[in-house]
Structures are given as structure tokens and as C-alpha cells.
């Protein structure tokens, strides 16, 4: 379903108020406020969600003298802003150098000053990191970066309360490599300088930071030594402490005194605003983690209780501003101990998200608490008995997306901690698509979900781990299809994030990927290993993590990586059956050519590559079975290169075709275009970019994307549109890869109109009335309505216009003034058609007619939809015509009415659309005497054939515009006959009903319905 057109034969006025209520979010037809320069800077992408699901928020800042106003810092969503307590949020950070956020601070009493620490404060293997601190002195609108760029992880940022030039911040440092800025800093002046005031090691950074709310020059810190590997983790170390200044960060002691001796982790701390001597701790320790409390300001601490759930990910711990015995701790759930950390339970955040990273609790209203999760932001106002959810922050990280091939077709996608979800990419429903549009096929944490093209009601959705699942999406039926070992051999080993793939040959045909590739020809109902062990088959035992042994790693021992030296890539080519890809999170890349008998590692044909690289993607190409392309991400090693290779010939050579990108530009995804081999698309942390020549020139597609990692992109083979599975704001779709695709076309012509995809009208409902429900919402968007007509001039142009001509070569539409108002820009341009007819001439004082309306109802002066068929566009610039473009007009597939039904009711809907052409003529004609022309419709019905009211309408109109034209109308009169035109119109239109059988299901309504409809 590529363009949603509000339809409707026969509207009515009597529902034209409701079909207000529910405005739809319109979907421009160009980006023109993009903070990108490139020649595609235009297109528009769309995000259709899910919302639902949300995802992981780092931190929160509220301004406490009104917590209406606060800022949210999702892990890689950006920084959204609401003024209202969540009722609507704004993205604030969407064009800066990174959209992970660990910290965000504002001054106390000042909304508007802001400071952002990028690099989630996490240490998930699926952590993104950032470039450092930026600053806005007004409320998020514009940014300023402020250095710190090789931090990667910011824990903390604390704005001194009195000076708002002192500004201290926690950075944590690397996830995976030593070195870098970490431990604490402070700036005297703003950000123009910095000093790092506490610091252990090139292991350590600072992962807590507070300040005693009655004195700024005490402040408390909690360092912390970790670090992860491809292979695993270790998540302690003697560089993991805690420490006080008296003297603003001069100097520092550690508090020692009752805190457990020797390596630990994760360390989080509260202080109690009532008495700052009070504060707590979690400390994660191999023997005796737990929570502790100090009554002193830190020189001695006591044990409370062993309940520390999962530190090395959660590890916040909160205090009651009013009572030191209600404390909240930070985990899976959302654990409140009433008796000052003696005893815990963990039911404090029913019916909301779990996985908690931050909380904030009103200081002058307890009862009042925000807490951010793997879910989004949650609201209680009545101490954590109930929640609010905010269910319009599109925060969702999915890892894949895929598509299948209903009409519109829908989408599936799987969600870091969010189960696999898919959706409609367009709906009937005029206000877009909603939350409820979605539903889930599969829980866990999401990742690869596959869907039948044959057959929509088959859906394959996993889990972490390889935990694969075919569902029925009508009988809800579901089958566990994972391959196992067969007996007697090892164990298989099973990626976190686990490739499988439909075969492009054979929809029954699956893969999937252990340390072995595995296939099924019965989707899923046997299979059989068709390779040996394709990776290094590296004991990780053998490997040490910042200088300790496998075995002696003792704190947060491998977290989240269960095994390694397993597939993370997968792929059949789609030219020759048989020809077989894999990569390896070890850095392996294998092929086949002889599905799966015999395999070849060309690994070391790829040049300055580190030895065990994740490899990220392996594409085939759509057009070669011997051409394929091959990127790899390093960060997991510490290495943020820039690697992307291509071969033509089966792996035994490869060039590069890094080309011109920038350095540490990390590389997600590559996708070869559909229509196009010489055009590549990648997919960074940062970013889409796009190659026009396979490889040698990059250019970053900025239009209206947020900076956010991408981590797949998909292309849809009948709609020719890119999706895009942005990990952190959902799913995205550019609908029509055209211009891309033909971009070198004619290069030196002066203009030139691009191929237009096939575009279908259909009747679009108000029918979920979302304007009845407020502002705390998310919709996201339909396609743009009718066909989208795009072209590239090579120079300003003075006047643009597209004329489009049916069949016979009669002019039926011409889109000129407003119709391309700003399409006359050297470079990429979009217009749309609505598929409509040339719209009336409005009333004056009247709007101008718009892409809604509906028939000869409803807005008045929109005229009929074109019948289906073939359509030439011709574009022309400064009234030179250049070559024209077809057009192909669909029906509605849903709709059955034969062509000689159709052909009928739209030469009936063309003269009720003249003649109220000509009513609207006679009304405008000019000042004079207000008459009353009517006439008494109902005496006709009465005595009359349908066809003879008919008759009588249409003279009757044409009579009273001629006395229009002769006598004039006043504004009252004006209305008047524009009202006695619709009514002929409707009755024209009833005549043909009468006449003609059509079945309801072509959304016309029956003359008793209408009349009934009318009364309403």
C-alpha cells in the first residue's frame, strides 16, 4: 500500500465535523528544515514506531520548583524534553555527534541550562557510547560540545548550585579498552577548561557522584574498574572505591572503614537531603555485597542487607526525602525497603516495564516519583502504589526488521528487551498509525523475526540465545524450532543476537546459525547441519580480561556473552541457490559455493582488519553470485574503525570500499539496492549513508533522521522502499528509493523528472476519533497521499509545473503556484498528486482545496479520483517541458467493482464536479442584490424517477448560475447556492446509484443510508 488517499465517493457534510476531531499528522512531502547539506537532504523518512514497547532511559533531570518540566536521557534515543509532566515531549538532541546519553543536568533553578553526557552509563554488550559533553543555554534548542570526546561512558554530570559555571562530571571511561578520559572532572568556567580532580587508573572511571545538598564543597564519588571483551567481561577491581572531598574536589580520601576489602564492582550511592550525613550504598562484592549505610558523612559504614540485585547493570539506589527508612533500590524490579534497607520487596512498579536505571522522587511531595526503565517513563503520584506510563516516547532499539507482502505490507522488528513486534507500515486510518496497531509474536529480548512471503499468517520470531519460534498469527499456534545437537555431540554454541534467514529462493528453506550453520527445508520442522565449526573455536578460558584469567574473574564474570565463537551473520545468495555466507562474532567469514559441502575462510583476504573482529554484515549482491559485500565492527575491542570490503569473485580478493567516510565511523549494516548494483547503503552508529558508485564516494543521508545507530536496513522488493531498524527510535521507512536509484541519470540536463512508483487511492476512515483523546500520544505516519512526483533541477527554476494526461491524452490535473510551492530548488524536489481531477476554484473567504475533502462532498471543491490506469506526468521548468513519466493509478484491492462500474460513476461524479464548478462561478460572480434562488427539491422526489430529479438538479444549477452570473451574489447567497451544488452533485450521484448495482463494499453508500446519515 504505498499512498492512503481520503476517498469517499459520496461525502457528506453532516460528517465533515467528525472527520475533524481526528486531524492526521501530516507526512510532508520534503524535508526542508534538514541540519544536513547532501543532495538527498530532502526526502522525508517516516517513523511508524512501535511506541509501545518504548525503551532503555539512562537518566532524568527535573526542575524541582516545577516538575511539570523535565528532561529524558534515553540510552540511544537522544534527549527529550516535556514542559507539561509527559503530556507531549520534544527531541532535543536529534542532530548532535551521538545518541547514546548516560547523564543529563540542568542548573536547579534553570530549566534552559542543560548538560548532556553522551555514552549510556550501562555495561551491557549491546552499550553504545558517546563523543563527550555538550552544553545548551536555552533549553535544548541549540548545543554546543564542550569536550571530553574520549570518555565514551558519562555516568554523572552535577551543575554546583551557586555557580553555574562549576559543572562536575563522572565519566566512566571505555567499556572496552583502557586509557581515554575517565574519573571525575570539573570545570570552573563552564566548560572552557577542564580538570580531572579524581583519578585511579586507565582501568577505573567514576560511575557515581553527588553533592551534599546543604554544603557545595562536599561531594562524594564512587569509582569503578571493568571492562568487556568480545569474548566476555570482567566487572571488578581494586580500583572500585569510594570517596569524599571536603575542599569542592581538590583533594580526596577514601571511605573505606565497614566497606568490604579486596576487587569490587559496581558501586551506587544515595544521600539523604533531610540529613546529608545519612547515605546509602549498593556494593557489588563477591562476598559481601550488599546494601550499606553511613550515619557520618562516610567514616563509617554498616552493613544493612545482602539484596543488590544485578549491580553491574542497575545498581541506583534512592532515599525518601522525608523518612530515611523508605529507600528504593534499582533493579529488575523496583525493590522499596520501609525499615532503612533491613528487608526488601519488589513490588513497587506493578503494571510498568521492569529493567529500572533511574528514579527521581520529589523532594517537597514524596508521593511524587518518575522512574525510567527498559519501557520508557512512568509518573506515580501516590508513592510508587500506581503508575502513569508515557506511552509517546518512541525510544524502541530494535536490532532487525523485516517485511512480508500483504498490501499494505507489514513489518516485524525485535526489541532490545522488548519482545518481537510487528505493525501495518501504512493503515486506513486517517490519524496514522497507533500504538494498538502493533502486537507481539514473540517475548524475550527481540532479535532476528522472520515472515513468510507466501503466506502471512507464518512468522518466525527470537530470543536471546538462538531461542527460535514459528508462529500462526490467525490460530496463535507456535512450534520451538531451535536445531539441537545430535546426541553425543558438543554443545552448540548460540549468539546473543542468533542470524536466521528465510532462503530467497524457497520460503521453506531456513537457516540458521550456531558455531555451524544449520538448514531446514520444512521451515523449521527438521534440520541439518551443512557446515563444520566456522569460527576460530577459541577457548575463552585461555583469554585474560585487564590482566586477570578466565577462572580468576570473580564480579559480573562474562555478563550477557553465555558463549563465544558463534555466527552473527548469515546469507544465501540471491542468484544462485546454494552460494552461502557467514560471519562470526570471532572475526571469521566463511563461504560456500556448493550449499554447504565444501567451505573456504577468506578472512585473511581482507586487509588491516584486527584479528577477531565482529564481523557486522555479510550482504550477497542481488545481481552477481560472486559479488558480496563485508563489514566489521570493532568497538567491542576497542577499535572504532571504519571497515567495509566488497569481492567479485567468491572471497578471493576483496578491495575496500571504506572510500571517503570518516574515521570511527562504525559500520552496522550494508545493503545493496534493489533496482541499482552500483548503489550501497550503510548503516553506522551514528548514521545512513549512501554510495552511488559502489564504494568510492560516501554520502550521509541526513533529511530528517536523528543522529541514532542503525542497525539493519531492509528493502522492500515490490514497494522499492528502505526500512530501517534504528536502534533507539524504532522503525523508519523511506518510501520510494527512486531518486536514489536514478540519481546519475542525466546528470548534466537541466531537469530531470524521476520514474514514479505505482500509486493506489484508497478510502481512508476517521474511525479511531484520536482527537478525542488528547495530546499524550503517538502516531506514527502514512505514506504520503497520492503519487509522489520527483525530479532534480539543476538550478533554481522561476516556474515549475507538472501536467498529468490519461489515456487519451486529455489534461486531467495540473500541479503549479501552491500546488509546488518550494519544489523549484536546484537539486531533489517532491510534489505529490492526490489522484484527484483539477480541484474547484474555492469560493472567496474560502480555503484552498486541499489533498482531503472527499468526492463532491465534504471540503466542496476536491474533485474525483481518476479512474486506474496509466497517467503521463510532464514536468515543466521555466516552460520548457521535459520528457514525461508514467503514472500508474491503482484501485483499491479490497474494492470489487468491474471497470464498466467504475468508468460509469466517475463520468457521473465529472459533471456533478462541473457543475458545481459552476455554481461556485455564479456565487463569485460579484457585489448585487441578495435573491433567493431555490428550489423544492423534495417536490421532485415526490413525483419524479430518480434519473428525472436528476435531470431537474442539473438544470436547475445551471439555470441559477446563469442568474448568478447575470445578478451577483452577497456572501450569503454565495453559501447558499454552494450548498444547493453539493445537493445537486449528491443527487446526481444517487441517480446513478439507482441504476447501477454496486456492492457496498466499494464504500458507497445506499440513497436511504445517506438521507439517515444526512439527518445526523
Known amino acids: 500500500m504505498k499512498q492512503l488517499v481520503l476517498a469517499g465517493v459520496v461525502s457528506l457534510l ?567 555466507w557467514t560471519g562470526s562474532d570471532d572475526g571469521v567469514v566463511s563461504v560456500s559455493r556448493d550449499a554447504g559441502k565444501s567451505w573456504s575462510n577468506v578472512t585473511a583476504k581482507m586487509s588491516g582488519v584486527p584479528e577477531k573482529t565482529y564481523v557486522s554484515k555479510v550482504t550477497p549482491s542481488r545481481f552477481d553470485a560472486g559479488t558480496a559485500y563485508v563489514t566489521f565492527d570493532g568497538h567491542r575491542g576497542g577499535d572504532y574503525g571504519t571497515y567495509a570490503f566488497a569481492t567479485t569473485d567468491f572471497g578471493d580478493s576483496f578491495r575496500s570500499i571504506a572510500g571517503h567516510l570518516p574515521k570511527n565511523e562504525v559500520i552496522r549494516t550494508i545493503a545493496e539496492d534493489l533496482k541499482n548494483r552500483d548503489v550501497l547503503y550503510l548503516g553506522t552508529e551514528t548514521s545512513l549513508w549512501v554510495t552511488l558508485d559502489r564504494g568510492t564516494q560516501w554520502t550521509r543521508i541526513k533529511a530528517n533522521l536523528p543522529t541514532v545507530p542503525i542497525y539493519e536496513i531492509s528493502l522492500h522488493p515490490r514497494d522499492n522502499d528502505l526500512l530501517l531498524a534504528t536502534h533507539g527510535r524504532g522503525v523508519w521507512i523511506l518510501d520510494d528509493l527512486t531518486p536514489l536509484q536514478q540519481w546519475t541519470k542525466l546528470e548534466t540536463a537541466a531537469a530531470h523528472g524521476f520514474e514514479s512508483t505505482p500509486a493506489t487511492a484508497f478510502n481512508q476512515a476517521n474511525d479511531q476519533m484520536k482527537g478525542f483523546e488528547g495530546d499524550r500520544r503517538f502516531l506514527g505516519l502514512n505514506p504520503i497521499r497520492g503519487a509522489v512526483l520527483s525530479y532534480r533541477l539543476k538550478a533554481d527554476a522561476k516556474d515549475v509545473k507538472w501536467t498529468i494526461r490519461d489515456p487519451s491524452g486529455s489534461v486531467v490535473r495540473e500541479l503549479a503556484g501552491d500546488d509546488v510551492k518550494d519544489a523549484n530548488k536546484a537539486g531533489l524536489n517532491i510534489v505529490a498528486w492526490d489522484l484527484r481531477v483539477q480541484p474547484l476554484k474555492p469560493l472567496r473567504g474560502q480555503p484552498q482545496p486541499g489533498g482531503g475533502g472527499g468526492g463532491f462532498g465534504g471540503a466542496g471543491n476536491t474533485g474525483p479520483f481518476v479512474i486506474p490506469g496509466t497517467y503521463l506526468a510532464t514536468l515543466s521548468v521555466d516552460g520548457k517541458d521535459n520528457e514525461a513519466v508514467k503514472v500508474s493509478v491503482l484501485g483499491d484491492p479490497q474494492i470489487s467493482i468491474t471497470e464498466t462500474d467504475r468508468k460509469t460513476w466517475f463520468e457521473s461524479a465529472i459533471k456533478a464536479h462541473r457543475m458545481h464548478g459552476q455554481a461556485n462561478d455564479a456565487a463569485d460572480a460579484g457585489p448585487g442584490e441578495e435573491r433567493d434562488h431555490g428550489i423544492d427539491v423534495s417536490a421532485h422526489r415526490s413525483t419524479a424517477t430518480t434519473d428525472e430529479r436528476a435531470r431537474d438538479c442539473a438544470a436547475e444549477a445551471r439555470r441559477r448560475c446563469e442568474c448568478g452570473s447575470r445578478q451577483g451574489r452577497s456572501a450569503r447567497a454565495r453559501s447558499h447556492h454552494q450548498q444547493f451544488a453539493v445537493r445537486a452533485a449528491q443527487t446526481v450521484g444517487r441517480a446513478f446509484m439507482a441504476r447501477r448495482s454496486i456492492p457496498r463494499r466499494a464504500g458507497l453508500l445506499r440513497p436511504a443510508e445517506r438521507s439517515s446519515s444526512r439527518r445526523k
Open 14 to 580: 453532516a460528517v465533515a465535523a467528525l472527520v475533524a476531531q481526528g486531524a492526521a499528522p501530516v507526512t510532508p512531502v520534503m524535508t526542508v528544515s534538514s541540519s544536513g547539506t547532501g543532495p538527498f537532504d530532502r526526502l522525508v523518512f517516516r517513523n511508524v514506531g512501535p511506541a509501545t514497547p518504548s525503551g532503555r532511559v539512562d537518566d532524568l533531570a527535573v526542575l524541582e520548583s516545577n516538575p511539570s518540566v523535565f528532561y529524558v536521557a534515553g540510552a540511544t534515543s537522544g534527549v527529550w524534553k516535556t514542559v507539561n509532566s509527559g503530556t507531549t515531549f520534544t527531541p532535543v538532541f536529534d542532530n548532535e555527534g551521538s545518541a547514546s546519553v548516560g547523564a543529563i543536568a540542568m542548573a536547579p533553578t534553570d530549566a534552559n541550562h542543560v548538560w548532556v553526557g553522551t555514552g549510556e552509563n550501562n555495561n551491557r554488550q549491546s552499550s553504545s557510547w558517546g563523543n563527550g559533553l555538550y552544553k545548551s543555554t536555552d533549553g535544548g534548542t541549540r548545543w554546543r560540545h564542550m569536550g571530553l570526546a574520549a570518555s565514551k561512558q558519562i555516568a554523572r554530570v552535577i551543575v554546583d548550585p551557586i555557580d553555574f559555571n562549576v559543572v562536575y562530571v563522572a565519566a566512566l571511561g571505555d567499556l572496552w579498552a583502557p586509557g581515554g578520559e575517565r574519573g571525575v572532572y570539573k570545570t570552573p568556567d563552564g566548560g572552557a577548561t577542564w580538570h580531572r580532580v579524581l583519578f585511579v587508573d586507565d582501568d577505573t572511571g567514576a560511575t557515581e557522584l553527588l553533592m551534599d545538598p546543604s554544603n557545595n564543597q562536599v561531594l562524594y564519588a564512587a569509582t569503578y574498574q571493568r571492562r568487556r571483551q568480545p569474548w566476555g567481561m570482567n566487572g571488578g577491581g581494586p580500583g572500585s572505591l569510594i570517596w569524599k572531598s571536603a575542599d569542592a574536589g581538590k583533594t580526596w580520601m577514601k571511605l573505606e572503614k565497614g566497606i568490604p576489602g579486596g576487587p569490587k564492582g559496581r558501586i551506587g550511592m544515595d544521600i539523604w537531603r533531610e540529613n546529608p550525613n545519612v547515605l546509602y550504598a549498593r556494593v557489588e562484592h563477591p562476598e559481601e555485597g550488599g546494601v550499606y549505610r553511613t550515619d557520618d558523612g562516610g567514616a563509617t559504614w554498616r552493613k544493612v542487607s545482602s539484596d543488590n540485585p544485578r549491580p553491574m547493570y542497575f545498581s541506583q539506589i534512592r532515599i525518601d526525602p522525608v523518612t530515611d527508612s523508605r529507600i528504593y533500590m534499582l533493579g529488575v524490579s523496583l525493590h522499596i525497603s520501609d525499615d532503612a534497607g533491613k528487608t526488601w520487596r519488589a513490588d513497587g512498579a506493578q503494571n510498568i516495564h521492569v529493567d529500572h536505571h533511574a528514579m527521581w522522587v520529589n523532594p517537597a511531595n514524596p508521593d511524587h516519583l518518575i522512574i525510567g526503565n527498559d519501557g520508557g517513563v512512568s509518573i506515580s503520584y501516590d508513592r510508587s502504589r500506581t503508575w502513569v506510563w508515557m506511552p509517546n516516547l518512541p525510544f524502541a532499539q530494535p536490532y532487525h526488521v523485516t517485511f512480508d507482502m500483504q498490501t499494505p505490507y507489514h513489518v516485524c522488528a525485535g526489541l532490545q528487551d522488548n519482545n518481537t513486534w510487528c505493525g501495518p507500515s501504512a493503515v486506513r486510518t486517517n490519524s496514522g498509525i497507533h500504538n494498538d496497531d502493533w502486537y507481539v509474536v514473540s517475548g524475550g529480548d527481540g532479535f532476528q523475526p522472520l515472515m513468510d512471503p507466501t503466506d502471512s499468517r507464518i512468522v518466525y520470531g527470537e530470543s536471546q540465545d538462538g531461542r527460535i519460534s514459528r508462529i500462526d498469527r490467525l490460530t496463535n499456534e507456535r512450534k520451538t524450532i531451535r536445531p539441537e545437537p545430535a546426541e553425543g555431540e558438543p554443545a552448540l554454541r548460540w549468539n546473543w543476537d542468533t542470524p536466521l534467514m528465510l532462503s530467497p529462493h524457497d520460503p521453506a528453506t531456513i537457516y540458521a546459525g550456531a558455531n555451524r550453520l544449520f538448514r531446514s527445508t520444512d521451515r523449521g520442522h527438521s534440520w541439518q547441519a551443512i557446515s563444520p565449526d566456522v569460527t576460530t573455536n577459541t577457548n575463552r578460558e585461555t583469554l585474560a580480561i585487564m590482566g586477570t584469567g578466565d577462572k580468576e574473574i570473580r564480579i559480573a564474570k562474562h555478563d550477557g556473552v553465555t558463549v563465544w565463537g558463534s555466527l552473527v551473520t548469515i546469507a544465501e545468495s540471491p542468484v544462485t541457490a546454494g552460494v552461502l
